[in-house]
Nanobody, 123 residues
Framework: VQLQASGGGMVQAGGSLRLSCAAS????????VGWFRRAPGKEREFVAQ????????YYADSVKGRFTASRDNAASTVYLQMNSLKPEDTAVYYC?????????????????WGRGTQVTVSS
């Protein structure tokens, strides 16, 4: 599975962006997809995950209620709708995929990673 994140950009605080994670591979609909981010000077951290069917989503406390993960398996794409953005959301955002269940926030459990997309939120 190859992944490519896109949709990043610059936005003012309170604004919105929608990230996309496009995947190649016929078995994409069997993968759980996570979103992670790395802010300047910080380690990569978990943001959200959506299960292979789209039935379940999980979020970091810092984004709960503001970010929404969704997917369109027919289009092999996962989305991250980000609303009410804050300057502290500034980071490079990555999508990643795995088949295994378990701890959704564990970076090492993901098998495939895409290149990131930069999100910058100004105050």
């Amino acid at each position: 599975v190859q992944l490519q994140a896109s949709g990043g950009g610059m936005v003012q605080a309170g604004g919105s962006l929608r990230l996309s994670c496009a995947a190649s591979g016929r078995t994409f609909d069997t993968y759980n997809v996570g979103w992670f981010r790395r802010a300047p000077g910080k380690e990569r951290e978990f943001v959200a995950q959506i299960t292979w069917s789209g039935s379940y989503t999980y979020y970091a406390d810092s984004v709960k209620g503001r970010f929404t993960a969704s997917r369109d398996n027919a289009a092999s794409t996962v989305y991250l709708q980000m609303n009410s953005l804050k300057p502290e959301d500034t980071a490079v955002y990555y999508c990643a995929a795995k088949r295994a269940v378990g701890v959704v926030s564990a970076l090492a459990s993901y098998d495939y990673w895409g290149r990131g997309t930069q999100v910058t939120v100004s105050s």
